[in-house]
């Protein structure tokens, strides 16, 4: 099902007052100088779909706030989205009540974060995620995890259900008193949800793998792998197991969270945390790139937006060109962000060109 932003509306959001942006479903290369205002353009976007944006904030301080004020105001984002079969406006803003918290509108009616999927699919790059095969592995894991959650919406609210859990038991287990019986309650809805991460970060894997094997031939091939994905059947009893070790260390030493994706740069034969900054990127926007063409196949989901922080900028111009060419043969809606104007000329005739300046939108060049 093909999906297109056409219009974007911010309010209080960020650095921006009040905003109307008329994409018409295009693509689009924002430009500006440092601290214009396009990752906050971005952040607005990543915020229709569940969680907490590209940056990961705390909802309250995505509200518009002056230097010396400690507290944001509320904010609003609200998108009308047109696809083949569908005309429908998304919205999402600051539960008045509390900043900490959002309220999500389908067409005025209020409703879970979650059906925000059943209309945009979001994939990001940001340059904080260049530096992803070099960070914890828990930082690598939940890049990973987005990937699948943009495949399988089911597969957060597991990943919540067993974190919330995890961090049960282990108040348990340290601070008493660990009830048997409790504890293996906890223990086995750890199982339960652990086995379903395991398999759905599996299922992820292949299907990315099958299609990096099929796309992209100017970025290099990555060879996947996901570590420490232990035996369902052994969940249970690992757990068990770990009681007391995990009570000394004050930490949960053993399940699926644990997991690590491996990831191996193949022409270069190195690990990619070995591999140059340019080449590392390279590998995960082949990664982005490929979960991008894959969700673009189905034909039960929407196409994916996609939003590519300063990604442009930092590649060669050949890898650059392969970037804009898989694009927009993909008909992916794309919003790029750069400082360097001239990167546009690469792509005039296939995305609007917006200068960015002050927090206001200021020229367009088709
Ligand atoms: N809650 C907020 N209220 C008002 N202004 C904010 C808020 N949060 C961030 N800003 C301002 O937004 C600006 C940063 O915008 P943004 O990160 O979008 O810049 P950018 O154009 O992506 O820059 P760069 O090229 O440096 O990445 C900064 O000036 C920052 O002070």
Redesign the pocket.
Known sequence: MKTYIHRLSLTD???YTSLDFDLAGRSAY?F????????????AISVLSPGRGLRGAALA???????DEAK?RPWGVAARLLSEDDDINIGTGSDPRDLNKRGVRLDGQNVSAARLLDHLRLVWLT?AQDRIFLEARAERLRFFDRLVFADEPAHASVVNAYEKALRERLKLLVHGPADDGWLSVLEQRLTESGARMIASRQRAMIALQAEIEDHHGAFPKADLALLGADNPDDLLDGYRRARARDAAAGRSLFGPHRMDLSVFHRDKNRTASDCSTGEQKALVLNMILAQGSRLSRRSDLPNPVLLL??VAAHLDPVRRAALFDETTHLRLQTLF?G?DENLFDALRGRALGVR?DG?QLTEFVD
Not at 32 to 43: D, M, Q, R, S, V
């Open positions: 959001f960020r650095s924002l500006g100088p440092n601290g214009a205002g396009k990752t906050n353009l971005l952040e301080d995505l509200g518009r706030k002056n230097p944001g340059p922080d300063e962000t400082t960015i927090g």
